[in-house]
T-cell receptor
Framework: DAMVIQNPRYQVTQFGKPVTLSCSQT?????MYWYQQKSSQAPKLLFH???????NEADTPDNFQSRRPNTSFCFLDIRSPGLGDAAMYLC?????????????FGDGTRLSIL | AQSVTQLGSHVSVSEGALVLLRCNYS??????LFWYVQYPNQGLQLLLK??????LVKGINGFEAEFKKSETSFHLTKPSAHMSDAAEYFC?????????????FGKGITLSVRP
């Protein structure tokens, strides 16, 4: 089945130690999104790629970066994780940047900060 | 700017009872409307969407929702709850105008199903 895959499912890192989360998709979708979801809250969009075009949300901290080396893969880099960055990180895709098309989500990576 | 209101954070029903999860939106132009479900430690899964056409939309797992423009609502219902329906439910909207698929989510509602 075509899907969105996030690795790892659980990630533990130390305060201030860089960490990278990965997302891959077999849907061949043009758009890839990264969301941060804290406990009992709605997902919060961090940024998205339309093909290679990067779109950052205005309130996304500079600590968060992203890379998309090809259509299938997208990475979320947290340069210096703080305790407040502990959350579930969700990757999603959609075929085009068209608002009537639903997004397809991976199962997420739960990040813990020691 | 658009927004989504999901009143209450928790709904509890008995197995076999009607499920009603409320969603109201605020937008100058009626947006596209979505319901997603999230099971523990999983991503979001699309239940159903309304973009155009018939205002009563049927989704997966026996859920349906009705778009009511006059009430700016898109409430989610299921006639008979099953234990497996216990999850977090998010209503979301995206702007109908402009080429931008950004979703605005409600705060979510946790559904519990009692045996």
């Amino acid at each position: 089945d075509a899907m969105v895959i996030q690795n790892p499912r659980y990630q533990v890192t130390q305060f201030g130690k860089p960490v990278t989360l990965s997302c891959s998709q077999t849907l061949n979708h043009n758009v890839m999104y990264w969301y941060q979801q804290k406990s009992s809250q709605a997902p919060k969009l961090l940024f998205h790629y339309y093909d290679k075009d990067f779109n950052n949300e205005a309130d996304t901290p500079d600590n968060f970066q992203s890379r998309r080396p090809n259509t299938s893969f997208c990475f979320l880099d947290i340069r210096s994780p703080g305790l407040g960055d502990a959350a579930m990180y969700l990757c999603a895709t959609s075929p085009q940047v068209m608002s009537n098309q639903p997004q397809h989500f991976g199962d997420g990576t739960r990040l813990s900060i020691l | 700017a658009q927004s989504v209101t999901q009143l209450g954070s928790h709904v509890s029903v008995s197995e076999g009872a009607l499920v009603l999860l409320r969603c109201n939106y605020s937008s100058s132009v009626p947006p596209y409307l979505f319901w997603y479900v999230q099971y523990p430690n999983q991503g979001l899964q699309l239940l159903l969407k309304y973009t155009t056409g018939a205002t009563l939309v049927k989704g997966i797992n026996g859920f349906e929702a009705e778009f009511k423009k006059s009430e700016t609502s898109f409430h989610l219902t299921k006639p008979s709850a099953h234990m497996s329906d216990a999850a977090e439910y998010f209503c979301a909207v995206s702007a109908r105008t402009g080429a931008n698929s950004k979703l605005t989510f409600g705060k979510g509602i946790t559904l519990s199903v009692r045996p």
